[in-house]
């Protein structure tokens, strides 16, 4: 029954903290120790934050800046890849060109030496058609018979 007097314990809640109140003053300042704590911790998680929304934002301009580089290198790898397509059209044609010269000067050649045959042959043709000719004509006029008068002989030589 005398046991009313006594301090019973406290029921811990969120407001309650984990000091006896036997001195108030004690109690107060600690309190306002503690809050100068939190809010010194909590504008070192505002600074925290901001820093890292400056970081976001920086990796926001960098991936931007990113994208516009990749999207720079995919077009410098179309126009490489144009470049060597042209590249190999070149050495292509080049390799054409360099199988027509060969061509032409082939041609060429054989013009120049058909040339050669066509001087050493034709007096030899001309010849031989100038002797045949001539036997033919004088045949014909020895196998007539009678006056030779001009027009008979052209007549003759004509073959009518």
Known sequence: ??????????EETQLTDQISVDNLK???VHGYDKEKELQSKLDRKEQEINGLKV????LDALKVVLENKERIIRELNYKYEKVEALEKQ??????????????NRELRN?????????RTIEPIIRSSARGEVISRITERIENHKGNLSKAKAVEIIKGK
């Open 1 to 10: 029954m005398f046991n009313v007097f006594k301090k019973k314990p406290e």
């Open 26 to 28: 004690a109690y107060v």
């Open 55 to 58: 970081k976001i934002e920086e």
């Open 90 to 103: 070149i050495i292509d044609t080049d390799n054409k060109w360099n199988d027509q010269v060969i061509k």
């Open 110 to 118: 054989q013009i120049s030496k058909m040339e050669q045959e066509r």
